[in-house]
């Protein structure tokens, strides 16, 4: 039994590739400018190309659905416990099919969740880390059982619409997320999401485990990037992860009037954080 992802190669090249784990609820089209910057300054910098891959997570985009005899156990409550390691694995399996050892993992929000994990299960393919806007531990009692809502609310509705929220503006968004074009981004993003795959997804971050244990044990060159008007993963948040990673030193990138979705409201902002993580590496 094993989960698979559908990778998108940004670019091919030399060395160890960067790839991009994207966020919930939408899919590695969420990378695009960034990447567009990320292409544009290490080529102004005189960096030899390397590769960028933006995978899509089980049931995002294209991707195929796992039943829920593929995502391991089931608890009780419908969460997948085991789901989040299969997805680490198969992101691992990924790069080692395509001749690769290790990786730059950057994960923003919920791929987050997958690159600390991959960390946890395969620390000898991690070549660097890029944490985005994102936290180590579990939801929580209310936050995993508020997942599971909206799972179950998706596949009996056949609907999106409990996740559309994430493209709404909200009193204390940033300039960027409150722009019509963004609304539509977002809209067009999310609307274009399978139900299925959206619950998925929710089961298997409901299901994932506390894995501040690993903050400590990141030796490998690390960013940490967060917008200061991210309402999940504010600055204090992210600055008390990255002084947890005694192992490493982190370059930590506070984005003035930026939200959660960094690498979307400030695409170049953050590629040249990545960048700098590139050459780090």
Not at 104 to 110: T, Y
Not at 128 to 155: N, P
Not at 246 to 251: D, I, L, M
Request: proline share 7%; glycine share 8%.
């Amino acid at each position: 039994m094993a989960l698979s992802v559908t990778n998108t190669v940004y670019r091919e090249g030399e060395g160890a590739p960067l790839i991009l784990v994207h966020a919930f609820p939408v899919d590695h089209r969420m990378w695009d400018e960034c990447v567009r910057d990320i292409v544009a300054i290490a080529d102004q910098e005189g960096l030899s190309p390397f590769p960028i891959w933006a995978p899509d997570m089980p049931g995002a985009g294209i991707a195929s659905i796992p039943s829920a005899d593929d995502s391991g156990p089931v608890d009780d409550d419908g969460a997948y416990p085991q789901a989040l390691d299969m997805l680490a694995d198969a992101y691992v399996d990924m790069m080692r099919a395509a001749g690769y050892d290790r990786a730059i993992w950057v994960g923003l929000s919920m791929g987050g969740y997958v690159v600390f994990d991959i960390h946890k299960r395969h620390p000898e393919a991690v070549a660097g880390l890029g944490i985005c806007d994102t936290r180590a531990g579990d939801d929580g009692v209310q936050g995993r059982a508020k997942r599971l809502s909206v799972a179950e609310a998706c596949e009996r509705g056949d609907t999106v619409e409990p996740v559309m929220h994430f493209a709404v503006p909200r009193d204390g968004d940033s300039t960027v997320k409150r722009s019509p074009a963004c609304v539509r981004l977002f809209t067009d993003w999310i609307r274009s999401q399978r139900p299925e795959g959206i619950a998925w997804r929710q089961r298997m971050a409901a299901g994932r485990p506390d894995l501040n244990d690993q903050l400590p044990l990141v030796t490998v060159p690390t960013t940490v990037v967060c917008g200061t008007l991210d309402p999940s993963s504010p600055p204090k948040v992210m600055q008390a992860m990255a002084d947890r990673m005694t192992g490493t030193q982190v370059a930590f990138s506070q984005i003035e009037d930026c939200g959660h979705f960094s690498a979307v409201e400030h695409p170049r902002t953050v590629a040249r954080a990545l960048v700098a993580l590139v050459r780090r590496v």
